[in-house]
């Protein structure tokens, strides 16, 4: 399937690891041009160069902390031409309401939270303008499975949702799609240092996280891949009849409400 996304040029945050480099590679096998923008310059150019000698294709980057202040319109900057924003940076930590202080909830909100709404407000503009343009948000099935260990997270995810949901809805009068996605537990390292912490609450032994594993549809994560191909195809012309959507990508997790 021809995906026409030839010649587009993506900005991806967050880029430098995890869903963010999987989703990079993604849109460079589209012939994409990319503008990768994270904190590590050295992760950064070692994924530019590998992008640019196995896809041929220019991936710029951009190294940046985007909480500090007057960041954010630096990346609009040099990237205002993208034709397609991803907003992926930021990790909410885990914990109940007592593990999360008030400076790490902030924390966590000011990078996934804030980041994006600010984002989305200042390419949104641009978009505008062009009568053209698509933003992605990489969300969370937190924001649907209301979790009393992941309290920050849940509650930081289901703002996002309504926020995509609420500009979403109308941002096709200006040419321009809104869309979420949640993935659920995907094989990253962030997800490895998630379960080892739960292993050590609930078996008192983190090497045994593969049994937190053994629960998961498939007894598995979800592959970066499986989670950068839904982005790639909403991305797309495609998909040009979708905005203000949530697509949930966790292998039933959300959906199966049973007991047991």
Known sequence: MDLQLAGKTVLITGASQGIGAGLARAFAQEQCSLVLVARSEDKLQSLAQEIARQYKVD???IAVDLTAPGVIDKVLEQGSHADILINNAGA???GNLWDVDAPKWREGWE????CYIDMCRAFYRHMRERGHG???NNIGNGGEMYDFDYIAGTAGNAA???FTRALGGRSLQHGIRVLGVNPGPVATERIERILRARAQTTFGDPEQYGQL????PLGRAAHVEEVADLFVFLASPRSAYTSGAIFTVDGGITSNKALA
């Open 92 to 94: 909410i930590p885990g």
């Open 111 to 114: 990078l996934k939270v804030m």
């Open 134 to 136: 698509v933003i992605l």
């Open 213 to 216: 594993l053994k629960k998961l």
């Open 59 to 61: 991936a710029q980057i």
């Open 160 to 162: 996002l949702m309504a």
